[in-house]
């Protein structure tokens, strides 16, 4: 690494901790540089192939900020999360929680760290026991770890968490099984069940894919009512960059490709001044509800839009088979992330490519108002 | 309006109902349902999860099974009658005039044979209508797979399983193209897929209706995907279709409360967030359905008549329709009452 690159590098860290709505500089969590590879199996040629599901991630979690993790299908969101809530240990790199290095931390530390970060699967319905009831699978972390004592108060907390999820008349949930659930009301019972040991952080893995747009806006609104009021960190992983901005307004959004952050910025800034080319395609990929709009935007600003094999990343930018501003340079130098405008961004050619999209916005909003 | 709006149905569903035994009595899916396809355009069906979506675009396919009954109403496909069809009648309606892509489509191929094969028996089981040559099968299988920019060299010789999710669907789609037919339903064709696999399926559904001239009926959930693709938009609530029109007047002016609502449920990346919001209320229980109209207990217009009369839908000469209480006649729907 050279020393430019180190400069960024301070930048990115001063960029990442001053962030957002947090007033103090206080890092709740922090990943540095870490990656995780994975083997898959022996290959027709006999070496196995090692996926960079995640590679090289850096970023500051602070105690009740909201943080959007976007990007493709396979370009790694599900693993972070599984890095950030300790399922899975990086293949390289440091994960520190209130500043100590996870591995290392003492039993107790461990347990509270258990406690304290959770998740929000993505399948709901394999997190959830088919066996257990509702009121089993929700009192039992609770009883475990003494949150509340005697099966009276697990009782109450339980009708208490239905209720804060929206799930009511509680009592009418508490004897169900998950199949007996549809999967938005499986979804909040996975809600309940990470509240309900007082965390700092929720990791929440696409809880509205599987809910239709009436029932997403109330779970949304859920999540950012748990963030205000009880001062819960959120890490919302989503392909869906429109969710992402209704409920990370305040927020920040880490746009992911092919297990790298391509660029990382206050959403507001990352969505409306999009620097690198791969977030421009996907923002103009997503189907907006307006008619007009929507059909303004025809051509994807894409060469190709099939996603490169993971185990064999492009040479260079990993980006550059399906950028359309590819140059000689793309192909040999991976561009590191460096401050742009608002954000950081890793390509070489931001400025321009900012440039492009402001022209090509003017024109939408052209049309938005003939 | 705009002109040649003049709709020339393809199909035409009166009074659809269908209904399904279940422990606690006779559930309703759909209920004297009207609604019409035009021909040569993309229509939409949108509505909340349960509404009845999937089994009327069903009903016309004709593939409702037992123990679901269709126990009134008619469906009309280019002029005929589709619930009178002979079996022999039926199996060159299928695939021929109509083909669907189910939803989750990914898990409705078998899993054991290879693609190619899985292809030839669609194509004998018509042979007696299509009758291709192996050679001419494989020569337009081929064509399709390439139409969906699929490798047909690796896609015929593969196993689903070793295709992702996204190939599988395209597969699906070249599948329902195979034998021509004149309407395709694609229910949720791309729920589980990120924007940019999204965006181009659609490119490549939009592609194939303009140069085939195929009707296509699309059944989701997702409004942006209606906004970007759709012709002509149907709303369904609790088993009926409650308005349909032109798809900009239905996102400019909708006209039903519950269409309003729904537009407004999403979330958009270019407005304001504030102004998004959830619809209040859950949906009806199709056993225990309000009197009345269906959405009175969660529409802010609701007002006595709502609470007694289920409303009549009012068709404009515009191609527009609605069924509300609001508009009483063809000439007031073209006041806006919602907002
Ligand atoms: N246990 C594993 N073994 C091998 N490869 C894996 C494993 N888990 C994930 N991968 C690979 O790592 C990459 C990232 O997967 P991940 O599940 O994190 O993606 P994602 O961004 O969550 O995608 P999606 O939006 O589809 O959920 C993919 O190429 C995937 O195939
Ligand atoms: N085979 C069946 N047996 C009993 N009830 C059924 C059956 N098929 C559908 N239903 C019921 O009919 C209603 C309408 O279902 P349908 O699948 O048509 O809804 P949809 O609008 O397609 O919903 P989604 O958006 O979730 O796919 C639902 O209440 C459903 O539970
Ligand atoms: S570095 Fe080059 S290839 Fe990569 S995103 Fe920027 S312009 Fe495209
Ligand atoms: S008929 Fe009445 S209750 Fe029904 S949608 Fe119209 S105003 Fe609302
Ligand atoms: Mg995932
Ligand atoms: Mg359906």
Not at chain 1, 121 to 146: E, G, V
Not at chain 1, 242 to 252: C, D, E, L, N, V
Not at chain 2, 67 to 94: C, H, N, W
Not at chain 2, 149 to 171: A, C, I, T
Request: charged share 25%; hydrophobic share 40%; aromatic share 6%.
């Amino acid at each position: 690494m050279n020393a430019r690159n180190l400069d960024y590098e301070a930048e990115l860290r001063q960029r990442t901790r001053g962030a957002a709505r947090t007033t103090s500089s206080e890092v709740l969590m922090r990943l540095d540089h870490v990656s995780m590879y994975f083997e898959r199996g022996q290959s027709m040629f006999g070496s196995a192939q090692k996926v960079g599901a995640v590679v090289d991630v850096n970023l500051d979690i602070h105690p009740g900020e909201i943080i959007a993790l976007v990007g493709e299908s396979g370009c790694g969101k599900t693993t972070l999360g599984n890095i950030i809530t300790g399922l899975q240990k990086p293949t390289s790199g440091k994960l520190l929680y209130k500043g100590e290095e996870v591995p290392k931390l003492s039993r107790d530390k461990a347990n509270q760290f258990r406690g304290e970060v959770q998740m929000v699967q993505q399948d709901s319905y394999a997190a959830l026991n088919p066996m257990r009831t509702i009121y089993q699978s929700l009192s039992a972390p609770i009883l475990q770890r003494k949150i509340v004592r005697g099966r009276k108060a697990a009782k109450a907390r339980v009708i208490e968490l239905l209720q804060t999820v929206g799930l009511t008349p509680p009592e009418r949930f508490l004897d169900k099984y998950p199949h007996q659930l549809s999967g938005g009301q499986r979804q909040r019972i996975l809600m309940a069940r990470a509240i309900s040991l007082n965390p700092k952080i929720i990791v929440a893995d696409e809880p509205v894919s599987m809910i239709d747009v009436s029932l997403r806006i109330s779970i949304l609104n859920l999540m950012a009512e748990l963030n205000r009021k009880l001062d819960i960190a959120i890490i919302y992983i989503t392909h869906d960059l429109a969710t992402a901005r209704y409920i990370a307004g305040r927020g920040r959004m880490a746009v992911m490709y092919l297990g790298r952050v391509m660029e990382l910025g206050g959403v507001n800034d990352v969505l409306s001044q999009p620097k690198h080319p791969y977030l421009q395609a996907l923002l103009s990929a997503v189907p907006t509800p307006d008619p007009e709009i929507a059909r303004a935007m025809t051509e994807l600003p894409l060469r190709s839009l099939e996603m490169p094999n993971a185990a064999k990343p492009p040479s260079g930018c990993r980006f550059h088979p399906r950028c359309p501003m590819a140059s000689a340079r793309c192909t040999s130098e991976e561009p590191q992330l460096r401050l742009v405008g608002s954000e950081l961004t890793a390509c070489h050619y931001a400025e321009e490519a900012h440039e492009l999209w402001q022209r090509k916005m003017a024109d939408i909003s052209a049309i938005k108002h003939v | 309006m705009k002109e040649g709006n003049i709709i020339e149905p393809l199909v035409e569903v009166k009074g659809l109902t269908i209904e399904f035994p279940v422990r606690s009595g006779l559930l309703r899916a759909v209920n004297e349902a009207d609604f019409v396809i035009p021909k040569g355009k993309i229509t939409a069906l949108v509505g909340e999860s349960g509404s009845g979506k999937s089994t009327m675009a069903s009903a016309i396919m004709r593939a409702i099974t037992v123990p679901g009954l269709v126990s009134g109403g008619s469906i009309t496909f280019d002029g005929r009658d589709v619930m009178s069809l002979g079996k022999k009648e039926l199996q060159a309606y299928k695939w021929e005039q109509v083909s669907m892509v189910f939803q989750a489509a990914q898990n409705a191929l078998n899993p054991v044979v290879r693609i190619k094969e899985q292809i030839m028996e669609t194509f004998l089981a018509h042979a007696r209508s299509k009758p291709y040559t192996e050679k001419q099968m494989t020569e337009r299988a081929r064509n399709l797979l390439d139409y969906v920019r699929l490798d047909p060299d690796r896609v015929l010789n593969s196993f689903p399983h070793e295709l992702s999710g996204g190939m599988k669907q395209r597969v699906m789609i070249a599948f329902s193209l195979l034998l021509d037919p004149k309407l395709v339903i694609l229910d949720e064709p791309t729920t589980a897929l990120d924007v940019i696999t999204q965006a181009y399926i659609f490119d490549i559904l939009k592609k194939i209706h303009k140069e085939m001239n195929i009707t296509m009926l699309l059944l989701t959930h997702d409004i942006g995907v209606v906004a970007k693709t759709a012709d002509r938009v149907g709303v369904m609530y609790a088993g009926n279709v409650v308005e349909a029109g032109d798809v900009f007047d239905m996102f400019k002016r909708p006209k039903h409360p519950y269409t309003a609502k729904l537009m407004k449920a999403v979330p958009s990346l270019y407005e304001d967030v504030s102004e998004r919001k959830g619809i209040p209320g859950s949906p009806p229980d199709l056993l225990d359905m309000p009197p009345g109209c269906p959405f009175h207990p969660r529409c802010d217009y609701a007002h006595d008549k709502c609470r007694k009369h289920n409303p009549i839908k009012v068709y404009t000469p515009a191609g527009h329709e609605v069924a509300c209480h609001l508009y009483p006649n063809p000439e007031s729907v073209a006041e806006v009452r919602t907002s």
